[in-house]
């Protein structure tokens, strides 16, 4: 069974950091892009960053700069880097992947999420 367990949450000041991260774990044949996401009360869930299998990034406008996604492929985890925190960046952030498992085909799995709270 493939499961993505995310780490790293917590609460800080404006203008601080954080990192998250997300491990996957089962019988996995290869994992594709690696994603996070983000949700507030009331509001549809966002794409934050995406990293394929060979490493393109991508990031919504508004992490631009500020945040920096990765991957280390051997252990099966990718990273969240959030620098310059705002209080607008509080919100669950979950850890989304494209996994292959054995003998199946490739398929989105979701992380439990984790709560990132920066105060002003």
């Known amino acids: 069974q493939v499961q993505l367990v995310e780490s790293g949450g917590g609460l800080v000041q404006a203008g601080g950091s954080l990192r998250l991260s997300c491990a996957a774990s089962?019988?996995?044949?290869?994992?594709?892009?690696m994603r996070w996401y983000r949700q507030t009360p009331g509001k549809q869930r966002e794409l934050v960053a995406t990293?394929?299998?060979?490493?393109?990034?991508n990031y919504a406008d508004s992490v631009k700069g500020r945040f920096t996604i990765s991957r280390d492929n051997a252990k099966r985890t990718v990273y969240l880097q959030m620098n310059s925190l705002k209080p607008e960046d509080t919100a669950v952030y979950y850890c989304?992947?494209?996994?292959?498992?054995?003998?199946?085909?490739?398929?989105?799995?979701w992380g439990q999420g984790t709560q990132v709270t920066v105060s002003s």
């Open positions: 989304n992947a494209d996994i292959e498992p054995m003998g199946y085909i490739n398929r989105g799995y």
């Open positions: 089962g019988s996995i044949y290869r994992i594709n892009a």
């Open positions: 990293i394929t299998s060979l490493g393109t990034t």
